[in-house]
């Protein structure tokens, strides 16, 4: 973990809950920043954007995400350890573009705890009037839209890192300058599920006086997903409450579902009857209520885990997976999940189990076959929970190693992590020939191919 200096103090852990973002400044010479930037521009010109292989092609780059004080506030917002993800980006923004739309980038329901996150470097000064990234405050707890706030430029110097919880909105800004806009965007991935804050905490880590949704989040970061729960649900008596769950207002949804979830356990079961619901509306917002209800739910859920409709089955173990480590009892359901005929049911099982990882050890079997599944997703999320699990998965050494040769370049990267994190000597030297077999030159080009 970086020194407790470069973490993030609880005024800025809060400013990251309510906004879904955090920015910082690297303190690399001028010199340093001009370079990559001059680099960027002769490799988009010549060969086009790298893409994925962003990194190899530019390896000073990783100088940034090394950096004190980018790691700090990654450690704080997604914990120790956190995984850079093999998915990378170089975003270019030429002169009189007119912009994107606002959107997210995650492909699946989204959760409101962080698990996932992006970092966008700027290797070059950028103003409003160069088509900075747009983000918009608050808008990563959105699904339908990117909410009430107004939209915000994220403009800075050369060597100005945003961390970006991953469901936020954002687009790239109108380019109304004559200046080229490059930002490089990398995405990373939370192994540890929190037990305790990881940022620079001062003695009073309460969250007193802010929202429901807020206290709730701050709560699971702190290690205790519930321990301010059950107190006060507002206005609104629970029949009223669960009705809103369905409401055109996002806004209205989530202070719903949130205040069902301070009721606790006498929420439950409505919540529950709401998991049945075909609109995804209710169902996605009955899950909030119930991941912030925590243990007190997990009996329910299991329950409805082995309900007869797909829908109702896919939200409960998703909601299992987002509670985590307080719904370990429930891993055996989960891994019963892993062989169900639906897709959408198997996908959310994979991805539960690696945030209970002590209690998956019994679903070893299990998720090695779920890494030869038909379905890339539910391979994808077999590999992550064992790279979530480290030496807990040890004996899925030669199963990882198999998939070391997946078709889908995901599966191969989440379990290459994986046996680095086991770290045995057998999965360190299968690591070490995988990348033997796979790494690139970084200046190997059509015009310089030896």
């Not at 490799?43 to 700090?72: A, C, S, W, Y």
């Not at 430029?153 to 050369?158: Q, V």
Request: glycine share 6%; net charge negative; proline share 7%.
């Amino acid at each position: 973990m970086p020194h407790r200096a470069n973490l993030l103090n609880n005024a800025r852990m809060r400013e990251f809950i309510a906004n879904g973002y955090v920015t910082v400044t690297v303190d690399f010479p001028p010199e340093f920043h001009a370079s990559i930037y001059r680099q960027i521009e002769e490799m988009v010109e010549k060969e086009g954007n790298p893409g994925n292989n962003l990194l190899p092609r530019i390896p000073e780059i990783q100088d940034i995400f090394d950096h004190p004080t980018v790691q700090g506030a990654l450690t704080s917002v997604l914990g120790p350890d956190c995984f850079l993800h093999p998915h990378r980006y170089c975003h270019f923004n030429p002169p009189g573009s007119s912009g994107q739309h606002l959107h997210k980038d995650s492909w699946t329901k989204q959760h409101h705890r962080t698990r996932w996150g992006m970092a966008f470097y700027y290797p070059q000064d950028v103003t409003e009037e160069m088509g900075p990234t747009g983000v918009t405050p608050g808008s990563q707890y959105y699904n339908t839209g990117p909410g009430v706030n107004p939209e915000v430029p994220l403009c800075g110097e050369a060597g100005t890192v945003t961390i970006v919880h991953y469901d936020l909105w954002h687009r790239a800004m109108p380019n109304y300058s004559e200046k080229k806009r490059y930002m490089v965007k990398f995405l990373f991935t939370r192994l540890e599920e929190p037990t305790r804050p990881s940022w620079n905490a001062a003695k009073n880590t309460s969250s007193t006086g802010e929202s429901l949704m807020w206290r709730s989040i701050w709560d699971w970061y702190c290690g205790a997903p519930n321990h301010a729960s059950h107190e006060t649900a507002g206005d609104g008596t629970l029949a009223e409450l669960i009705q809103a769950l369905r409401s055109e207002s996002e806004t209205a949804c989530l202070q719903a579902g949130y205040a069902l979830g301070a009721i606790g356990p006498p929420a439950v079961s409505a919540l529950i009857e709401a998991l049945r619901d075909e609109p995804e509306t209710g169902r996605r917002n009955a899950g909030y209520a119930l991941s912030a209800i925590g243990p007190p739910a997990v009996s329910a859920l299991i329950d409805a885990a082995h309900d007869s409709r797909e829908w109702t089955r896919a939200s409960a173990v998703d909601t299992l997976g987002d509670i985590g480590r307080p719904a370990a009892e429930a891993a055996p359901v989960v891994m019963t999940a892993l062989r169900d005929e639906s897709d959408r049911v198997r996908r959310h099982a994979a991805e539960a189990l690696g945030t209970m990882p002590e209690a998956a050890q019994a679903a070893i079997p299990a998720l090695v076959e779920a890494l030869r599944d038909r379905d890339e997703w539910v391979r994808r999320n077999a590999a992550l929970t064992f790279a979530r699990m480290g030496k807990l998965a040890e004996s899925a050494t030669p199963a990882l190693i198999q998939a070391l040769r997946d078709d889908n370049r995901y599966v191969r990267a989440k379990a290459a992590k994986a046996l680095e994190r086991i770290g045995t000597r057998a999965a360190r030297t299968a690591v070490f020939r995988f990348f033997e077999t796979s790494r690139w030159c970084p200046i190997t080009t059509k015009e310089n191919p030896y």
